[in-house]
């Protein structure tokens, strides 16, 4: 059974940073894309960033790019996702998800598995 358990979110001071981890069993994370998504109270859930099956190839949306990072570490099936800067606007639940293949996509429907995610809430 696949199953991906995000941990990390809490609530910080705009401008602050936090480190959320996305622990993968049940599947090889090297066999697959990861990517981390984000969902605030009414609205859509958005795609933030994406990591190849190496970690050579990473995505960032444009409202992230330059202060968040993807990371991943394959033999402890971990996935990271570093923010730093945050922002109110940051404010959401993030959660992680893997899709087989070797691109990196934004769409949501791509992605077949999915973490509960972790609520990140950022204070002005």
């Known amino acids: 059974q696949v199953q991906l358990v995000e941990s990390g979110g809490g609530l910080v001071q705009a401008g602050g940073s936090l480190r959320l981890s996305c622990a993968a069993s049940g599947l090889s994370a090297s066999m697959y894309v990861m990517g981390w998504f984000r969902q605030a109270p009414g609205k859509e859930r958005e795609f933030v960033t994406g990591?190849?099956?190496?970690?050579?190839?990473?995505y960032y949306a444009d409202s992230v790019k330059g202060r968040f990072t993807i990371s991943r570490d394959n033999a402890k099936n971990m996935v990271y996702l570093q923010m730093n800067s945050l922002k109110p606007e940051d404010t959401a639940v993030y959660h992680c998800a893997a899709r087989p293949g070797s691109s990196v996509v934004s769409g949501a429907g791509a992605y077949d598995y999915w973490g509960q995610g972790t609520q990140v809430t950022v204070s002005s």
């Open positions: 990591i190849s099956r190496t970690g050579h190839i990473t």
